[in-house]
């Protein structure tokens, strides 16, 4: 996953170059925040150890004004150093996170520079000439595994120009294969089960196992799946019976004389090696023993970080890859989620001005007593609505994960709500919005590759996003009364 921007041709263009970077909104956010230490009143509340959170929490009827403590100019430059450690106590804080992220990258890169993913899509991609009505289906499910496990996104670029030839030449247009490649990814993140940039960062900063809340999550992945894959099943099926239905009808002959010109060469599409399925099977096996770990032996960030470390050298030795290969491949990939792991500590010196500045527990007491007095189903919705409009702010999902946890998890101990639930609807918002915000590389990209412009794309996928939400909202609800 990297966070560079890439060069591309959109009607969003506009969009995404005047709009500021993840990086400068949380630090904006860090100079607010400081701002209003010295406005809002500080206060506290007692705080008792939870067995079931497994750390203190506050306890509801305790809140009493403090002496302030207001931020100043060197507390607002310390903040992006202190949402990794206390800079005085040295206690962690999020470094923990980012070095777990830096080394989930090394593995990335280890197992992407073997090509064993990508020759395993196009390899399921060259087996359905024939049947490519069919590979919608599976093509969706391969995008949405990758979504659910590693949070695949900008992994999927390399796919659009080698999938739309392909569904050009079946007949459907460009919109059916970027929607394959963006919807399935996108619903996998959406879905994240294991997802390390959005479920275990957002569960670490909720203080609790990202394995809480797994049911709900998986009826998300396959459901909000099973949807999706419908959703453009019927627009394929629609366009091929009548290709003046297509929403980029426009450009139909345009797009084939662009697309299919070298479309000659795609049946020498790569076939797995016993080495690359091995591969796979290693990198599977990864995930599994990472739940295994959390789940029953009390495993986190420092224990899931060396295991990544370790898989990353098992898998370099299969793929019989030199030292000085393997080490500078694993750098290359810890250096691609860098701004990720810039973006966890960012995120996190907010959380740790607002505690500095003892305005916390004065946010977190005005939004209890508000978001504490509705009912379940309202809490966990207004909770889904609150993430959504955060998602638009703060595109980065781990950014937002580490920024809204730590105060929104907490609001479901008022009102009766488990933090994982807040967990699944803070990773369901950012899903939804990551399908179709015009300031994330991976959706101008997809766009841009495919040639559609982005009042196009929004055209074409707004029933699906009102769907999902209807879905999600009423599998949040569901969940929050039983």
Known sequence: MSNQPISHKSDAKGIASWFPSAYTILFFLIIIVAALSWIIPAGQYDRVMSDSVGREIAVPGTYQTVDPNPQGFMDVMLAPVAGFYDPDSYAANAIDVSLFVLFLGGFLGVVNATKSIDTGIQT???????????????LMTLFAIGGTTYGMAEETLAFYALLIPVVLAADFDAITGVAII????????????????????????????????????????????????????RYAARVKADPSRSIVAAQREENRNIFLKNADGKDSAPVLTGTQKLILVLFFATFAVMIWGVSSQGWWMARMGALFFGMAIVIGLVARMGEKQLTTTFVDGAKDLLGVALVIGLARGIVVVMEQGLIADTILFSAAATLGALSNIAFINVMLWIEIAMSFLVPSSSGLAVLSMPILAPLGDFAGVNRDLVVTAYQSASGLVNLITPTSAVVIGGLAIGRISFDKWIAFIWPLLLILTLFISAGLSIAAIL
Do not use: H, Q, Y
Not at 124 to 138: D, F, N, S, T, V
């Open 182 to 233: 963006m919807i399935g990814a996108g619903i996998g993140t959406l879905g994240s089960t294991i997802n390390p940039f959005a479920t275990v960062i957002a569960s670490n900063a909720a203080s609790i196992p990202f394995t809480d809340g797994m049911a709900l999550r998986f009826i998300f992945l396959i459901g909000g799946l099973l949807i999706s894959i419908a959703f453009v099943m």
């Open 124 to 138: 399921a991609m060259r087996r359905m000439k024939g049947r490519e009505i069919w590979m919608i289906p599976l």
